[in-house]
C-alpha cells in the first residue's frame, strides 16, 4: 500500500451511494481490482485507497502511487485543467463501461455496473488532490448529507472563474491643426477706427434761375363809405365776448373742484329687521302613544352530527396537538416497534427495526438473514410546520461488516392525531411506515 496519506474523515459526516442495499465503500477494493483487470488503469490511479480504522467509523484515504502532492485549490488553472482533462476522459472510459455492464447477462456484472455509475462520485472539491499532476479522488462513493448523486459527477470542478475585463486603450486621434487665418492686409491692425472722409464740394455752377415776374395786385381806389362803421363794430364785438367768457369761467373753476372733493358720503344706517312671531302651537299627538311588542322568532334547533369514533389500534403513536405546538417530542420517548412496508432483499420480508428513543436520541436495532445484527444512531425533532423528523446518522453497520441501508421517517397528524407515517429511501423512494409501542 502506499505511504502517501491524502485525507482522512468520519463515515457519518457523508452519505454513502449504493445500489440494491450494497454500497461503493463497502466494494471499494473489489471496484478497483475489477478497473484494473479490464485494462482501465487510468480510472484505477483516479481512485484513493480506503483503509478504514478498527471501530469502522473512520477511514483514511491513500494515494495509489507516490508522488508530489497538491491540493485543488492550491495548483494552478493550468493544472486543474490538464487534471480535469484526464477526469473527463476516465468518466467517459467509466461509462462505456457501465454501458456495457447492463447489457451483460450475468447479475454480478450488472450489479458492479450500477455501483461503478456511482464511483466517481465525491463530496466536493476540497476532496480532491493532484499527486504528481494527475487527480486523486478520496470520499468516492459519498457525497455531502441531505444531498443526492450529481448529474455530472465533476460538475463542482467546471467553476468557470470570472476573468478580469480586459481594457482596451483606444488611439487618441490626432490634434487638429490649428486655424489658418489668413488676412486680406497683414500690416494693417483687425480692428481700426476710420477717419471721418470730408468731401469737398463739387465745383460745380449753379444754375440761375430767372426771378419770376412779380405779379403787381391790381388795387382799385377805396372810396370812404359811412357803411362800413357798422360792420366794423359787429367784428370787434365777436372778438371780445370769447375773451369775457373765458376770463368769467376760469375764476370760478377751481373752487367748484375744491367743493366736489370735500363731498363725503354718508353712511346709510341698516333697515331694522323685526322677527315675526313664532306660532306656539303644539305638534305632538294628543293621545298617547301605543307600545307595540315585536316578537323575535326562535331559531330551530340545530342537530349536532358526531362523527363515529375511530379506533385506534393498539400501541400507535399519537401526535398531540398541544405538544406539537410547544414542539415537545416526550411522546417519542419509549421503544417502538417499526415495520416497513417494503420487502428485503435477502429475506424476501418487510424488516422489521426497533427504535428506542429517549429526548430526541437513541438508536435503532434490524436483525435480518442469518442472525446479522445491524445498528445505528438516530436523532429526532419537529419541524415548524409540525412534521416529527426521525433520522439515522448514515447507514446501519451490520455484523458481519457490511452497511444496511435505512429510511428517513417523517411523520404527521392524521385522523384521531394518530401518526401517518412514511419512509424515504435514497433515490426519492418513499414507503408505508408503521409504529407501534412496545415500552416507556
Not at 239 to 259: D, F
Not at 362 to 374: A, N, Q, Y
Not at 426 to 439: L, N, Q, R
Request: net charge negative; glycine share 6%; charged share 20%.
Amino acid at each position: 500500500m502506499a505511504k502517501t496519506l491524502l485525507r482522512s474523515g468520519c463515515l457519518d459526516d457523508f452519505l454513502s451511494l449504493g445500489e440494491n442495499g450494497q454500497t461503493v465503500f463497502d466494494s471499494a477494493l473489489q471496484i478497483r481490482e475489477t478497473l484494473r483487470l479490464r485494462k482501465q488503469q487510468a480510472v484505477v490511479d483516479s481512485l484513493a485507497i480506503p483503509q478504514p480504522n478498527d471501530e469502522g467509523d473512520r477511514v483514511d484515504w491513500y494515494a495509489p502511487f507516490e508522488g508530489t502532492v497538491i491540493s485543488w485549490a492550491a495548483a494552478s488553472d493550468e493544472q486543474r485543467k490538464k487534471a480535469l482533462r484526464y477526469l473527463d476522459n476516465a468518466q467517459a472510459n467509466v461509462a462505456s463501461l457501465i454501458q456495457r455492464c447492463q447489457q451483460a447477462e450475468k447479475t454480478a456484472i450488472q450489479l458492479f455496473g450500477s455501483l461503478l455509475a456511482n464511483a466517481l462520485q465525491f463530496p466536493g472539491s476540497q476532496h480532491v488532490y493532484l499527486v504528481d499532476g494527475k487527480p486523486v479522488l478520496t470520499f468516492w462513493g459519498f457525497v455531502n448529507l441531505n444531498s443526492g448523486a450529481r448529474t455530472d459527477a465533476l460538475d463542482c470542478l467546471r467553476i468557470n472563474e470570472e476573468h478580469e475585463p480586459v481594457i482596451e486603450f483606444l488611439a487618441e486621434p490626432p490634434p487638429a491643426a490649428p486655424p489658418v487665418i489668413i488676412l486680406s492686409e497683414p500690416d494693417e491692425p483687425l480692428y481700426s477706427i476710420a477717419p471721418p472722409v470730408i468731401t469737398a464740394p463739387a465745383n460745380e455752377t449753379p444754375q440761375v434761375q430767372d426771378p419770376a415776374p412779380e405779379i403787381v395786385p391790381h388795387v382799385l381806389p377805396v372810396k370812404k363809405s359811412r357803411r362800413l362803421l357798422p360792420v366794423a363794430a359787429m367784428i370787434v364785438a365777436c372778438i371780445a365776448a370769447p375773451l369775457t367768457y373765458y376770463r368769467v369761467s376760469a375764476s370760478h373753476a377751481e373752487p367748484l373742484a375744491q367743493v366736489a372733493a370735500e363731498v363725503k358720503p354718508q353712511p346709510i344706517a341698516p333697515a331694522v329687521i323685526q322677527p315675526e312671531p313664532v306660532s306656539q302651537a303644539s305638534t305632538l299627538p294628543v293621545s298617547h302613544a301605543a307600545v307595540v311588542e315585536t316578537r323575535v322568532s326562535q331559531p330551530e334547533p340545530v342537530a349536532v352530527v358526531t362523527a363515529p369514533p375511530v379506533d385506534i389500534p393498539k400501541g400507535a403513536m399519537i401526535l398531540p396537538a398541544d405538544a406539537l405546538k410547544l414542539g415537545s417530542t416526550k411522546f417519542l420517548n419509549g421503544t417502538w416497534r417499526v415495520v416497513i412496508n417494503v420487502k428485503d432483499s435477502i429475506t424476501g420480508k418487510p424488516p422489521t427495526l426497533r427504535y428506542q428513543i429517549a429526548n430526541n436520541k437513541g438508536t435503532v436495532r434490524l436483525v435480518h438473514g442469518d442472525s446479522i445484527v445491524c445498528k445505528a444512531e438516530v436523532f429526532s425533532g419537529l419541524m415548524q410546520s409540525g412534521t416529527l423528523m426521525i433520522k439515522t446518522r448514515g447507514n446501519a453497520r451490520c455484523s458481519d461488516g457490511s452497511r444496511y441501508p435505512l429510511p428517513e421517517i417523517s411523520c404527521n397528524a392524521g385522523v384521531s392525531d394518530v401518526a401517518e407515517c412514511t419512509g424515504r429511501y435514497e433515490g426519492d423512494t418513499v414507503v408505508p411506515v408503521t409504529f407501534k409501542k412496545v415500552s416507556d
